[in-house]
């Protein structure tokens, strides 16, 4: 039916319009903040990992080393503002490059475990540089302004983010619907065919690596602006799984798949504790409240859950039952 086509769209204009109203409706800015910037930088993962099938393990040297870089233009050199985004950018994609160049040459677990590899070169590197003060962290990066605009108020800055996020997820959706995108998608599901019809498949893998990289550093650089530091987490292999999970539990190869994992696991890091009380509350039983300290246990019953029951993701899931396929779950 007609609908079914276009219910994506309805869907993400229904999503649009309620971030645009999310300050108003009682959203903290900064927590829609941080989903946003997690969300792109899950799309951007799923650039990667959903639409070429390169699962990479190293993400989070691009999301953090953009955040550092950017954080150092702003504090120590005194950059404006979209100078210090850019300089980040610049600095995922010099990663990028090295990583894709290394990496794209091999598949499966090789590809995952050098991009591991390379972003560990990278934590430990910012573990015992100066600039980035260690396990302190970069402390104090101020927001500047944007074109004559301040961005020291929250709402301010919360409509700057969205706009960046919006216009990078719609560049993503055209990327991945254009010749290039469809040829990333061959490659994917067959690469010998691809190869044998005339297309380097190392030079499109490696262009949307690139791609990819370049989106998780813009991530990491309006984060490290909206919380004002950058810190090791967001280089660790553990800001990897992270993303990787983000995606996995709202559906791998989905456009709006990503931005609802990111939702949910942003969600429960920052709000577990409410969650927990409202639950010891509403049901009587004490347990609950031991959720507060128990956040990874609970983002991990979430993915095994998703694992059983919805192996498409949950928007994959959804989109395979409307389009009247078997439910991965049954």
């Not at 989903?35 to 040297?61: E, Q």
Request: aromatic share 12%; with cysteine.
């Amino acid at each position: 039916m007609l609908w079914r086509t276009r219910l994506p769209a309805y869907v993400a204009w229904v999503l649009l319009l309620l971030a645009v109203a999310a300050p108003w409706l009682g959203l903290y800015p900064v927590l829609g903040m941080r989903m946003m910037c997690f969300a792109l930088f899950a799309c951007a993962f799923n650039l990667l990992a959903g639409y070429a099938g390169l699962i990479s393990f190293g993400h989070a040297a691009l999301f953090g080393g953009a955040g550092y870089l950017t954080g150092l233009a702003l504090t120590s050199w005194g950059w404006p503002t979209p100078a210090g985004v850019l300089l980040g950018v610049l600095a995922a994609l010099g990663i990028g490059l090295v990583m894709g160049v290394l990496a794209v040459r091999r598949q499966g677990i090789y590809f995952s475990m050098i991009t591991l590899a390379l972003a560990q070169i990278v934590y430990f590197y910012c573990l015992q540089a100066n600039f980035t003060g260690g396990e302190d962290g970069l402390q104090g990066i101020p927001r500047g302004s944007l074109f004559g605009l301040s961005l020291q108020s929250d709402r301010v800055m919360y409509y700057v983010v969205l706009v960046v996020f919006v216009a990078s997820w719609w560049f993503m959706r055209r990327v991945v619907n254009s010749p290039f995108g469809q040829v990333m998608q061959a490659v994917r599901e067959n690469e010998p065919r691809a190869v044998s019809l005339g297309y380097r498949a190392n030079r499109y893998k490696l262009g949307v690596f690139l791609l990819s990289a370049a989106f998780a550093g813009l991530a990491g650089a309006m984060k490290a602006l909206v919380m004002g530091f950058e810190t090791l987490t967001d280089v660790h292999w553990s800001t990897s799984g992270l993303v990787i999970l983000m995606t996995l539990v709202g559906g791998l190869g989905t456009d709006l798949g990503p931005i609802l994992g990111a939702v949910i696991i942003t969600v429960l890091e920052e709000k577990m504790g409410t969650i927990s009380r409202f639950l010891e509350h509403s049901t009587g039983i004490h347990w609950f409240s031991q959720l507060n300290d128990s956040v990874s246990m609970v983002i991990g019953a979430i993915f095994v859950l998703c694992v059983l029951l919805f192996r498409r993701g949950i928007v994959g899931e959804l989109r395979a039952r409307l389009r009247g396929a078997q439910p991965s779950g049954g």
